[in-house]
């Protein structure tokens, strides 16, 4: 099996714990990055992607954020989209009603209005900390500065997220990309951005999408995995992504990725 690119989601995916890579997956990535483009793909901020690129020694390759709203290579951004600021108050006043709260990204900023057992373990699995202050202050420093979010973090109980995950689908799934990331997480980007955009604005003129491998596990990893020349779920993958993907390989705990690789490339 052969490549020139392997794109791989992190969450779920290339990473064996929490928040870190295992020593087998950097020996088989340095064993196999020779010539080739290794690319993380992830719904992360710059931040909690740039030091697992370190860990892995490819800190030379772009890096694809927000779900490919953010393209980023070394200190140049290649692209960048941010959903509209209304669209953002918009989902702010829906949030309020269902006592949901928000956590809004743009660039290397994220922004929470308080603590809670959800932040603190983004805080513990990205190693980034947020800046708190109110939505409303947020927002309305926002709309001074001309900027808007490339990612928004709704957080609430079950019956809450359910509830407005319908809410936003009904209102507003014309302007933004809505996904579970869990049964307490919604998170949305700008409609016309994914992974697979993002890939493709990374390929040069003598590379097409059949030279992509990619790995992924959750939705946001679907068109990834369909559409390249080689998708590859882990086990633990939702059933509609292993569906649709030519390979599974073992779960992220059990280093699948690092173990396909081993096996074939």
């Not at 980023?72 to 918009?90: P, Q, R, Y």
């Not at 409303?136 to 979010?149: C, F, N, Y």
Request: aromatic share 6%; proline share 2%; glycine share 4%.
């Amino acid at each position: 099996m052969d490549f020139k690119i392997l794109c791989s989601d992190l969450d779920g995916t290339l990473l064996t714990t929490k928040s870190d890579v295992s020593d087998f997956t950097v020996s088989e990535i340095n064993r196999i990055k020779a010539g080739r483009k290794i690319i993380l793909v992830s719904a992360r901020m710059p931040q909690a992607i740039t030091y697992i690129q370190d860990r892995l020694q490819i800190a030379d390759q772009p890096i694809i954020c927000y779900n490919g709203a953010l393209v980023i290579d070394g200190t140049k951004e290649l692209f960048s989209l941010t959903i509209a600021l209304n669209t953002v108050e918009e989902v702010y006043r829906l949030a309020q009603a269902e006592s949901v709260k928000l956590g809004l990204y743009y660039g290397q900023e994220w922004y929470v209005e308080e603590t809670s057992e959800r932040v603190q373990k983004e805080i513990r699995y990205t190693r980034v900390k947020p800046r708190f202050q109110s939505t409303s202050t947020t927002l309305s420093d926002w709309e001074k500065r001309g900027i808007s979010a490339h990612k928004i973090m709704l957080m609430g109980s079950k019956t809450a997220t359910d509830k407005l995950f319908s809410v936003l689908k009904n209102k507003l799934a014309d302007q933004i990309i809505l996904y579970r990331s869990n049964d307490t997480l919604i998170e949305l980007a700008p409609k016309s951005v994914s992974k697979l955009s993002a890939m493709r604005l990374l390929l040069s003129s003598a590379e097409s999408l059949s030279d992509v491998i990619s790995f992924g596990d959750n939705y946001n990893d679907l068109e990834m995995l369909q559409h390249c020349g080689q998708g590859v779920a882990v086990a633990n993958a939702r059933e509609t992504v292993k569906a649709i993907a030519d390979h599974i390989t073992l779960k992220n705990t059990e280093d699948g990725v690092a173990h396909f690789i081993k096996q074939h490339l």
